[in-house]
Structures are given as C-alpha cells and as structure tokens.
T-cell receptor
C-alpha cells in the first residue's frame, strides 16, 4: 500500500533553534516529493524535489531528497515564531496521484 | 495569476442535511483534486479529475458523496445526507500537470451538528 510517513508528529522548540523534519515514503512509480507549510488555512507550497542529493534552499529553509533511502528532510535554521505551522510532505507518483503525510506540527516559542 | 477559489469558507449544518462546496481552479490547470482534512491529520484524497473525467474516486464514499466537474473547469462536491463524522476541512487543489506542484484553495470548514 502506498504511504507517506512524517516524523516527528509534533515538535516544540525555542526561537533560534534549528529543526529537522523527516518524511519517508513507499509508492509505486515515484515522481516527486513536495513540502508544504500550513498555517490557519490552505497549505502553501515550499519545495518540490525530484533528484536525489540536490538541496533546495529558500532563506532559512532547505530540503533534500534521498531516493535510495526513500526519504527527505526539511531543515529550518534560526527558527522564528512565524515558522510555527504544520509542515506537510506529499509524494507524487504514477500519473497524477498525490499522497500526503499526517504532517509535523511545529511550535516555536519566543 | 488568480489562485484556487473555494466557497463557502465556513458551513454549519445539522446532520442529515445536504451541503455543497464549490471550487474554481487556476486557469489552465486540467487536474483538480478534492481532499478532506481532519484535525491533526494530513489531507486525504476524495476524488481527482483530469479535465471533466473523474479518474480516481476510489476514496469517495459514494453512498452520500457526489462530485462533478462540468466543462472541465469548476467543480462541486456534495454531501447528502451529512453525518457528524463529515465535520472537516474540504480542500480543493489544482495542478497544471505532472511535474508541477498542487495549488490549494483556502478550504471550506464544515461543521455538522
């Protein structure tokens, strides 16, 4: 059965800390892995990864895919309270199938 | 570029009543998804359209849920009759094609009392 698993499910840190969120997957015909940030409403797109070992970076956020290990990590450095959100990992596979993990709820305390 | 538009934003109904949600995807996006998201969980697929064709509705509870996408643009999702367990956020998303990210609407938060 196709699945996407995220860990941890919940994380509480203080401002300035660095966090690493994990996503592992088992799907047929993998296409890409995507990270989204969800605050109070719609998930907003962060990164899409298709090639193994190539880091994508945007400000304090970065992500990398390991196709051999069927996993990805999302790093956030120097966290701020505005980073508090649910971070969703999604995997695109087959033709246009897209499956989401349960998400990691990140809370950044001042 | 206008984003995915959903309405209504919130809906409160009594159980056994019908309810409908509407979605207008981004122009040119042929693939449209309806997801349901329960509190503390990730979005779960209900149905996926390629243009006007429903290509994956295996997770749609067909006894009470129905969906349509006339002319391959706007889509509606209906629940009749609603049950208490249907309380959730219903998200619509669209995508230009394979290799592009999903873009989500703001969702409809449904509360069934």
């Amino acid at each position: 059965e196709d699945k996407v698993v995220q860990s941890p499910l919940s994380l509480v840190v203080h401002e300035g800390d660095t966090v690493t969120l994990n996503c592992s997957y088992e799907v047929t015909n993998f296409r890409s892995l995507l990270w989204y940030k969800q605050e109070k409403k719609a998930p907003t797109f962060l990164f899409m990864l298709t090639s193994s070992g190539i880091e994508k970076k945007s400000g304090r956020l970065s992500s990398i895919l390991d196709k051999k290990e069927l996993s990805s990590i999302l790093n956030i450095t120097a966290t701020q309270t505005g980073d508090s959100a649910i971070y969703l990992c999604a995997v695109a596979y087959n033709n246009n199938d897209m499956r989401f993990g349960a998400g990691t709820r990140l809370t950044v305390k001042p | 570029e206008a984003g995915v538009v959903q309405s209504p934003r919130y809906k409160i109904i009594e159980k056994k009543q019908p309810v409908a949600f509407w979605c207008n995807p981004i122009s040119g996006h042929n693939t449209l998804y309806w997801y349901r998201q329960n509190l503390g969980q990730g979005p779960e697929l209900l149905i996926r359209y390629e243009n006007e064709e429903a290509v994956d509705d295996s997770q749609l509870p067909k006894d009470r849920f129905s969906a349509e996408r006339l002319k391959g643009v706007d889509s509606t999702l209906k629940i009749q009759p609603a049950e208490l367990g249907d309380s959730a956020v219903y998200l619509c998303a669209s995508r230009k094609g394979v290799g592009s990210p999903l873009h989500f609407g703001n969702g409809t938060r449904l509360t069934v009392t």
